[in-house]
């Protein structure tokens, strides 16, 4: 290769990293400015970021309440009891743990939209119309590791409360009670599938503003629009309230296993 | 007035898995003080304690209770209680450990007879605070035998109360099961292949081996 030649071949290289690091730097600043725009919005109390995360706690809160009512009892029947057609129940509910949030949302929709059999209670692009998809996403969860918490229960116990009286109503109580930071557990990670589901609330939501736009459904709108750091926002809401619920479940595992 | 055996079994069999543990074809314990059921591990006496605490059915045959055929379980459960070999602790105070019984029976004055349970096992009215996981073997045991005795029942059933105990804390368990059959006539069935120990509580005994009663004496 000539001189000249080397001269540019090198000039050329030096340009290409130099453009590579340019690009570096633009990177990191647009990262660097969303965040700090993003964390901006938060502590400056944006009202569309605090309106999502204010119904996604609303939806998530309905929809556990109605998931722990049905669920904890029917988790304690299939971890109880013995029954035909229990190893079945027990594969049925394993297998919708990982039930897709869209298959779900697609079946909730056909039944509450207006031409479904119960359109005619307007659930659809409500709140408590997202609720019915989000329990059914959490009552698999929480009715498999209630089970499980009751299965793995000591076998003494059930021995230990019969001797000393309890039966019935008190007999239930007390061996929830015994399972209790398992079934805590159950609790938190049907609530941390909830408030980090798409699918559900996308399709039955609608995700209107102010009223049924939740943070997961806004940060996929807000990226899509390019607005990255109201994104970036609610991105770190959600990883601050993933933060909580993963300390609470390892909180709770070391309660559980004590 | 004649006085009806504590238990009459007749034509008793009991099952695990379709497999005969227990079977005893006639036996009369009479109310008379404390027994014992002695006999190597697989004898059938685990098997027998719970039946006669109301935790097993029979698969057949008849079980009298202070001359009556019990009608539910739940209820006889009310008069008879077993202390397991190694108790279990529900996962709450001591103070809530030995109330329980009490609060399933809807029974008031839970305060004094927890501290007079936690006296008759040598423990300070103190303990009732600490919480399950702060005890030691040795106390635990103690708890589990004090939540038993705050009962006051017709019957205490005993699985070898005195396994991986050391002798303190076994003579404490003899004056405790003793000074409850004095004072509430909570009579003791005992179930221990530990006999030096046993001198110290009765010498009325049921020898029993492979499921069986082989020889009563008393």
Not at chain 1, 235 to 249: E, I, K, P, R
Not at chain 2, 40 to 47: E, I, M, Q, W, Y
């Amino acid at each position: 290769m000539e001189r000249g030649d080397k001269a540019a071949a090198s000039t050329d290289l030096l340009r290409a990293r130099g453009g590579d690091a340019t690009k570096g730097c633009i990177l990191l600043n647009y990262l660097s400015e969303g965040f700090l725009q993003g964390f901006a919005l938060i502590f400056s109390g944006n009202e569309e970021v605090w309106s999502a995360v204010a119904v996604t706690l609303k939806l998530s809160g309905l929809s556990m309440l109605v998931t722990l009512l049905f669920g904890v009892p029917a988790g304690f029947a299939l971890g109880y009891f013995t029954f035909p057609g229990k190893g079945f129940l027990r594969l049925l509910v394993d297998t919708l743990l990982s039930i897709p949030t869209v298959v779900v949302g697609l079946f909730v929709y056909a039944f509450i939209s207006n031409r479904g059999p119960l359109g005619q209670f307007e659930l659809l692009f409500t709140i408590p119309g997202m609720a019915i998809g989000q329990t059914i996403l959490a009552l698999p969860i929480v009715v498999a590791l209630t089970a499980s918490a009751v299965e793995s229960a000591d076998s003494r116990l059930r021995f230990t409360l019969l001797t000393l009286g309890a039966r019935g109503r008190r007999l239930l109580f007390s061996t929830l009670w015994e399972g209790r930071h398992q079934i805590l557990l159950a609790a938190v990670t049907a609530y941390g599938r909830v408030t980090a589901e798409v699918g559900v609330s996308m399709m039955l939501g609608g995700n209107i503003k102010w009223h049924t736009r939740t943070v997961t459904t806004a940060i996929t709108l807000e990226t899509g629009k390019g607005e990255f750091s109201t994104g970036i926002a609610l991105g770190v809401l959600l990883l601050c309230l993933s933060f909580v619920l993963n300390w609470a479940v390892s909180f709770l595992r070391r309660r559980g296993a004590a | 007035m004649h006085k009806p055996p504590l238990y009459e079994l007749t034509n008793i069999v009991c099952a695990y898995e379709d497999e005969p543990v227990l079977q005893v074809d006639s036996l009369s314990i009479p109310d008379e003080g404390p027994v014992a059921f002695v006999g190597h591990n697989g004898s059938g006496k685990s098997t027998l304690l719970k039946l006669l605490s109301f935790l097993l059915p029979q698969v057949s045959g008849e079980l009298r209770f202070l001359g009556k055929t019990p009608d539910k379980r739940d209820d006889a459960r009310l008069h008879a209680t077993l202390l397991l070999q190694e108790p279990y602790l529900l996962r709450r105070s001591v103070f809530e450990n030995i109330a329980y019984g009490l609060r399933a029976r809807g029974e008031n004055s839970l305060q004094e007879r927890v501290v007079e349970a936690l006296e008759m096992t040598g423990l300070s009215a103190d303990f009732a605070r600490r919480e399950w996981y702060q005890l030691s073997g040795g106390e635990a045991r103690r708890v589990a035998l004090a939540s038993r005795l705050v009962l006051r029942t017709r019957v205490l059933l005993l699985d070898e109360p005195t396994a991986n105990v050391d002798e303190e804390n076994a003579q404490l368990i003899a004056e405790a099961v003793l000074d409850a059959w004095k004072r509430w006539n909570t009579t003791p069935l005992i179930a221990t292949h530990d006999l030096q120990w046993l001198d110290a509580v009765t010498q009325r005994r049921i020898f029993m081996r492979r499921g069986k009663v082989e020889r009563i004496a008393y």
